[in-house]
């Protein structure tokens, strides 16, 4: 079975540019979950996308923005980009299956912004 | 204040040895849940252990244990004897309320483990 898979692994971009980053769940997970990782800020929810529709988002700006498809693919989209929005960007799925439920992680997507 | 608290940015300990990660954590929800995972430098975060808040032993998956203790809202992660492999950072994590309508996880700092030989 095929794990949560995000591309690309690694992007350069340049400031005031916007980026797409992509996650493909594990098969059959409904629910897919966006994180940013920083060295300063550590690990901080983004979004979370069940069945196309954003059920949570966390405290960042409105250039963070994702959408989900109807094979629970999603991405995520960061405009106008910021040097601090340098950071791995996590994703997770899950199957909402009760309790017990664990989020299962991709690799995780690198971005630098020059 | 912070949910989660890992108050060890780092530890050695020697191999085949055990070791304790500490974590404690604040909520007021009465349902909620806890997560231990690894994360190797490759990034990926790999999930270890769970633990319910309703759940009244403590959990174990193979060398992993999670010493729960709800009174004094403490969940620490035991690895035994230790491979140099468990090199690693590792992170609590809790997820509140009830499992359905709230996939966030809140994470703490993280605690960097590196395995001597």
């Known amino acids: 079975k095929a794990g949560v898979t995000q591309t690309p692994r690694y992007l350069i971009k340049t400031r005031g540019q916007q980026v797409t980053l992509s996650c493909s769940p594990i098969s059959g997970h409904r629910s897919v979950s966006w994180y940013q990782q920083t060295p300063g800020q550590g690990l901080q929810f983004l979004f979370e996308y069940f069945s196309e529709t954003q059920r949570n988002k966390g405290n960042f700006p409105g250039r963070f923005s994702g959408r989900q498809f109807s094979n629970s693919r999603s991405e995520m989209n960061v405009s106008t980009l910021e040097l601090g929005d340098s950071a791995l960007y996590l994703c997770?799925?899950?199957?909402?299956?009760?309790?017990?439920?664990?989020?299962?992680f991709g690799q995780g997507t690198r971005l630098t912004v020059v | 204040a912070q949910k989660i608290t890992q108050t060890q940015p780092g530890m050695f300990v020697q191999e085949k040895e055990a070791v304790t990660l500490d974590c404690t954590y604040d909520?007021?929800?009465?349902?909620?849940?806890l997560f231990w995972y690894k994360q190797p430098s490759s990034g990926e975060m790999i999930f270890l252990i769970y633990q319910g808040s309703y759940d009244e032993q403590n959990a174990t998956e193979g060398r992993y244990s999670l010493n729960f203790q709800k009174a004094r809202k403490s969940a620490n992660l035991v690895i035994s004897a230790s491979q140099l492999g468990d090199s690693a950072m590792y992170f609590c994590a809790m997820r509140e309320g009830p499992n359905f309508g709230n996939e966030k996880l809140t994470f703490g700092t993280g605690t960097r483990l590196t395995i001597i030989p």
């Open positions: 909520t007021s929800d009465q349902s909620y849940g």
């Open positions: 997770a799925s899950s199957t909402l299956r009760g309790p017990h439920t664990e989020a299962f």
